[in-house]
Structure formats: structure tokens, C-alpha cells
């Protein structure tokens, strides 16, 4: 599967956006997905994940409450909202597709990767 993730760019701290990934392919519900970021400077770390039928989800204790995750089998896209954006939200973020059975958020599960979107937060 082939992702391409966008819908980043500057906003003020307390906006919002949303980030879009399409997948390629006709297996798209087959796949679970998840949104990381990097920072600059810092490691990549995960954001959250969204099974493959889009009832379990999960997410970073960093932005629980500001950022909801959501996918359209249907157009082979999952969303990441995010709200209430902070300066330390800054970052390139990638989303990611995995085969497992278990969505998780760890890095290594996932196979597949999008080339990342930038978002930057200004304060």
C-alpha cells in the first residue's frame, strides 16, 4: 500500500487542523493505521491509531482530548483532527499502515509508511 498524507501547514497556537492520508489499493480496510510525529531534534513518536474498522482507537497521552482520529473505508482515508494545537505540536507527521492484528502504537508494527506532512504551530 502506498500512502500519501496531507493537509499540514502553519497555524496559531489554539487553531486547528485536519490531516488527511489515502492509501492506494483496494485492501484499505484491511489495513490498521496510525498517525506519528517528529519533531525537530527529537525522535519520532507516535500520536495514534485506528484499527481497521475504526472502533478502537487510541492515542498519546500528549494529545488526548485535542486530536480525534477517524478513517473513510470507503475512500481509503484515514483523518487525524487536531485542535487546540500547541507550539509543541510542531512537527512533521507521518501516518503509517499495518497488517497486525493488534493496532498499537508502536512504530515497529507498522510496514508501510506516507512521506509526512509539516505542521507548524506558532505561538
Known amino acids: 500500500v502506498q500512502l500519501q498524507a496531507s493537509g499540514g501547514g502553519l497555524v496559531q497556537a489554539g487553531g486547528s487542523l485536519r490531516l488527511s492520508c489515502t492509501a492506494s489499493?483496494?485492501?484499505?480496510?484491511?489495513?490498521?493505521m496510525g498517525w506519528f510525529r517528529q519533531a525537530p531534534g527529537k525522535e519520532r513518536e507516535f500520536v495514534a491509531f485506528?484499527?481497521?474498522?475504526?472502533?478502537?482507537?487510541g492515542f498519546a497521552d500528549s494529545v488526548k482530548g485535542r486530536f480525534t482520529i477517524a478513517r473513510d473505508n470507503a475512500k481509503n482515508t484515514v483523518y487525524l483532527q487536531m485542535n487546540s494545537l500547541k507550539s509543541e505540536d510542531t512537527a512533521v507527521f507521518y501516518c503509517?499502515?499495518?497488517?497486525?492484528?493488534?493496532?498499537?502504537?508502536?512504530?515497529?508494527?507498522?510496514?508501510?509508511w506516507g512521506q509526512g506532512t509539516l505542521v507548524t504551530v506558532s505561538s
Open positions: 503509517a499502515a499495518t497488517r497486525s492484528m493488534v493496532v498499537t502504537g508502536t512504530s515497529g508494527n507498522y510496514g508501510y
Open positions: 485506528i484499527d481497521w474498522s475504526g472502533t478502537r482507537t
Open positions: 489499493g483496494r485492501t484499505f480496510s484491511t489495513y490498521g
